[in-house]
């Protein structure tokens, strides 16, 4: 089974930054894309930044700029570098994974979702 296990996030000050990680494990064939959402109560979960095999990361508009996505593909990791963070980045953040379990099924993964603050 596989699971996307997340690290990072908490509280910093406007302006500040922050790292988050992901690390999908159990049952993985190759790793499509792997990315992050972000999710205010109410609110939609919306892409924040995502990197595949085929191509360049693909950003929101609203972090372009400030926000860098990474990954370690020999360790099946994902990272958000998070520069010049403003109240507004103040979200729950989900990793998500497309994920071949098998040569032909292709599966969706998230994480259990972690806390950004920004907050002066």
């Known amino acids: 089974q596989v699971q996307l296990e997340e690290s990072g996030g908490g509280l910093a000050q406007p302006g500040g930054s922050l790292i988050l990680s992901c690390a999908a494990s159990g049952g993985i064939f190759s790793i499509v894309a792997m990315g992050w959402y972000r999710q205010s109560p109410g609110a939609q979960r919306e892409l924040v930044a995502m990197?595949?095999?085929?191509?360049?990361?693909d950003y929101a508009d609203s972090v372009k700029g400030r926000f860098t996505i990474s990954s370690d593909n020999a360790k099946n990791t994902v990272y958000l570098q998070m520069s010049s963070l403003k109240p507004e980045d103040t979200d729950v953040y989900y990793c998500h994974g497309k994920i071949y379990v098998s040569s032909t099924r292709l599966n969706e993964y998230w994480g259990q979702g972690t806390q950004v603050t920004v907050s002066s």
């Open positions: 990197i595949d095999s085929g191509g360049g990361p």
